[in-house]
């Protein structure tokens, strides 16, 4: 009778129903797990979403290409007391990991292997920094390297800007320890040249290009191992036989970065030397008479077109502006051989002007003599020769380096710079990635936008919230 009533129990609808209900949970329980352990062997790529407002897991182009071909094995190394790891590092480290097989991440405590860093570095490694080594070489990402503080506004904001570069820092790291091509820029001193220094060393350092300096006065020709020479802001013209040394360097397929300031004084060895590749300089500097294309209440500081080129192209992606302070007209002959390709970097708007004498005039508004534009501020050469490709880039102002008038165009100047060089030497894929900020972005308008905001918003916006006002009381009345 027993046996019958438990058997009985196991027949009912409820037993069947709750017998069903556990078999449903424990096929849902395993197809969870199955996924859960799927999904685990996915790289971070696939299964973390950047959510963060500045993209900071968002890889560049030239990240992605570097990594997807690397044919030789990476370590990266977070140096880091266990529990005091960067948790964003840590995570742009994984996602490193997570699109080559050649890359390994590890950790390693200061305190736990004192003497690790030694392997790489005589001088002391900050916490949270990488250290990234190959079988050639390897390079130290400092933590500051990865976060970069800006206190330049400190004094008038009481506030600084940070910005994360770590993207940049290990990729351009990566690609050292990597590279059998590690250019050498000669820099030209001895005609009161600005050298290299500060920020613009630190970037062009971090670009992997080495920098030397050059007297052609001691030497019977340009150096053999030069990837592209530097002449950046002489303040004194070259003397003629330094001119034929750098013009047969290039006629050889040499690359030159040329940089100039306006002079009062006639410069006929440098004019022959940019003559030579079928452009010259106007006598002055040019003024924007666009009141769109210049900042505002400064019209030779301009704010020129950025045209299409290999160079130009991260600039015009992140929709920049390149400022042009104090700059001369640079424009083409008449008459120049036809193997020259002469592109235009850098163009003002036909209403810009070229102002002659500026260093004697009570104005810059357009006088007589002074010649209409457009004009380049910036242009690239090629030339096609027996032994290569010349490449020449040429801006006409080097206060477009100066560390305030970059911040002012959000570091796009400093770029454009870093663009250049890397295109001479024949390393696009190593044009700047930017860094990211954390903190406030600057905004630069021209002055045509800012008069017309201005106006709006000091002006017609008030007003109209007067009129609005007026018509709803006026119908609350009639009521």
């Known amino acids: ?86 948790e964003t590092t840590q995570e742009l480290l994984s996602r490193y990991k997570a699109l080559s097989d050649k890359i390994t991440v590890n950790t390693v405590d200061p305190v736990v292997q004192p003497k690790f860093t030694a392997n790489y570095t005589t001088e002391d490694v900050a916490a949270n920094s990488v250290i990234v080594n190959s079988d050639k070489r390897s390079k130290v990402v400092a933590y500051d390297d990865i976060y970069q503080y800006d206190y330049s506004n400190y004094n008038y904001t009481g506030s600084y800007e940070v910005n994360f570069a770590g993207e940049g820092a290990l990729t351009s790291a990566i690609d050292y320890v990597v590279s059998d091509n590690l250019p050498v820029i000669y820099q030209l ?98 003024v924007e008479g666009d009141m769109n294309r210049c900042l505002r209440g400064y019209p030779h500081y301009l704010l020129p077109t950025v045209d299409t080129h290999e160079i130009t192209q991260p600039i015009q992606d992140g929709n920049l502006y390149v400022l042009m302070p104090t700059a001369q007209g640079i424009v083409k002959l008449d008459s120049y051989r036809s193997s020259l390709t002469i592109a235009s970097l850098l163009t003002t708007s036909a209403q810009a002007y070229n102002k002659l004498n500026p260093d004697s005039a009570t104005t810059l508004d357009r006088a007589d003599g002074d010649t209409d534009g457009p004009f380049d501020v910036g242009v690239a050469i090629s030339e096609t020769v027996s032994e290569g490709e010349t ?25 454009l710079f870093l663009n250049s060089l890397n295109w001479m030497c024949e390393r696009e894929n190593n044009i700047s990635i930017r860094a990211k900020s954390l903190s406030q972005a600057y905004l630069t308008v021209p002055s045509g936008q800012a008069s017309f905001w201005s106006g709006l918003l000091a002006v017609v916006l008030p007003l109209a919230v007067i009129a609005v006002g007026i018509v709803v009381v006026v119908k609350r009345r009639k009521r």
Request: glycine share 6%; with cysteine.
């Open 189 to 286: 001193l001895g005609h009161g040249e600005t050298a290299l220094a500060g920020d613009l060393k630190s970037a062009v350092d971090k670009d992997n290009l080495t920098v030397s300096d050059l007297s052609l006065l001691a030497l019977e020709a340009v150096p053999e191992d030069c990837s592209c020479l530097l002449i950046q802001a002489p303040t004194s013209d070259l003397s003629a036989e330094e001119t034929d040394k750098v013009l047969a360097y290039l006629n050889k397929g040499g690359r030159l970065l040329l940089i100039t300031d306006y002079a009062s004084a006639a410069r006929p060895n440098l004019q022959k030397l940019v003559n030579s590749y079928g452009v010259d300089y106007a006598s002055g500097i040019v």
């Open 391 to 415: 490449r020449i880039v040429w801006f006409s102002t080097s206060l477009f380096l100066d560390d305030q008038i970059n911040q002012m165009v959000s570091g796009a100047n400093q770029d």
């Open 1 to 86: 009778m027993k046996r019958e009533h438990n058997a009985s129990l196991f027949s009912t609808r409820r037993f069947k129903s709750g017998g069903y209900a556990v078999l449903v949970s424990v096929i849902v329980v395993l197809v969870v797990v199955a996924v859960n352990v799927f999904v685990g062997q996915l790289p971070s790529t696939v299964t973390k979403i950047d959510t963060t407002a500045q993209k900071l897991f968002t890889f560049s182009e030239q990240t992605e290409q570097l990594l997807t071909g690397l044919t030789q094995n990476v370590t990266l190394t977070l140096v880091a007391e266990k529990g005091s790891e960067d």
